[in-house]
């Protein structure tokens, strides 16, 4: 009967550690097919902020985009401890078209259809100063920005982030944070 | 040996029934102090679609705010299956103010301070519809509201909502679901 039991437990300890690794969460960081980043499936990551015809220019947009950003649950967990992205941080920005005048609304904007998805992420493996950008409109996988294409990119974040190369200035819950815990510039 | 190995394996069973049980999603749904919701912890709640200077106004407003909407998590994979909001959902609209012209923004609106919170909430043990509705706007719970408070939501949703009393219409993601599903109007 002992030697029931024994192996009853052991049998059951490794059952307890296999269905718990099993229901643990899903790695959510960046994954690759060759230097492209896979689409990752965000709609349940975390809502950092949104803005409207978001721009760099001084004229305003006439057919404004709403733009949408957010980040795996790891890395959102890892920053408000911290107040700063751990290495496997994936910021997206979501841009959707706008619409009004439908439906009860009668004024003021709010979002319709998808036309971009961007993707910027924090990984060693990815060289420099570990933070590269992918453009994720198109299909389930997104080449990564490089040359001419991310140098204005990467000029304007390092210069004007409030935090690492990320504009979390506007994003008002982690900027909250990274105030808090000091590493807001 | 062959008693061993049933003994094992029934005790395996019920660890990983356990386990799996242990690691379930923890309970998203309402939660009341009598009748009041108590507020939930939402940050990491999927993020439904936002709004800016939404009114049922034709004048535009001159400072305009952000309408953010949340769903807690198993209603919202409720409704993905479905096209219906499930027993014990718990819509949310964060309202925040709105900025302009602060660091690399010239044009176009971001976030920032919350200024309300309101929730909308299906629960049989609610009475007639089976939804109420909360200000969550002040401290850590908000009373139902009642009475002429109330009065002209609930007249409005009941008219104008594309599922059931909600205002799935400005929702892009679950407005797809519903129209595939067949559930809006």
Same mark, same amino acid.
């Given at each position: 009967?002992?030697?029931?039991?024994?192996?009853?437990?052991?049998v059951y300890?490794?059952?307890?550690?296999?269905?718990?690794?099993?229901?643990?969460?899903?790695?959510?960081?960046p994954?690759?097919?060759?230097?492209?980043? %896979? @689409?990752?499936?965000?709609? !349940?990551?975390v809502?950092?902020? &949104? /803005?409207?015809?978001m *721009?760099? $220019?001084?004229?305003?947009?006439?057919?404004?985009?709403f733009?949408?950003?957010?980040?795996?649950?790891?890395?959102y967990?890892?920053?408000?401890?911290?107040?700063?992205?751990?290495?496997?941080?994936?910021?997206?920005?979501? %841009? @959707?078209?706008?619409?009004? !005048?439908?439906?009860?609304?009668? &004024? /003021?904007r709010?979002? *319709?259809? $998808?036309?971009?998805?961007?993707?910027?992420?924090?990984?060693?493996?990815?060289g420099?100063?570990?933070?590269?950008f992918?453009?994720?409109?198109q299909?389930?996988?997104?080449?990564?920005?490089?040359?001419?294409a991310?140098?204005?990119?990467v000029?304007?974040?390092?210069?004007?982030?409030?935090?690492?190369t990320?504009?979390?200035?506007?994003?008002?819950?982690?900027?909250?944070?990274?105030?808090?815990?000091?590493?807001?510039?």
């Amino acid at each position: 009967m002992k030697k029931i039991l024994l192996a009853a437990l052991a049998v059951y300890a490794v059952g307890l550690s296999l269905a718990v690794r099993a229901q643990a969460p899903a790695d959510d960081g960046p994954r690759y097919n060759g230097t492209a980043l %896979v @689409r990752p499936d965000y709609r !349940e990551w975390v809502f950092l902020g &949104s /803005g409207l015809g978001m *721009t760099y $220019q001084t004229t305003p947009s006439q057919n404004p985009s709403f733009t949408n950003v957010f980040v795996n649950p790891s890395a959102y967990r890892s920053f408000l401890q911290t107040g700063r992205w751990p290495d496997k941080t994936v910021l997206l920005v979501e %841009v @959707r078209a706008s619409a009004s !005048e439908r439906s009860i609304n009668q &004024s /003021g904007r709010y979002q *319709t259809n $998808q036309v971009a998805l961007e993707g910027h992420v924090k990984d060693g493996r990815l060289g420099g100063d570990g933070w590269g950008f992918f453009n994720l409109s198109q299909g389930s996988e997104g080449p990564r920005l490089t040359g001419n294409a991310v140098a204005g990119c990467v000029d304007c974040h390092t210069k004007n982030a409030a935090v690492d190369t990320t504009f979390v200035q506007f994003y008002p819950t982690v900027f909250d944070v990274a105030r808090q815990k000091g590493t807001a510039r």
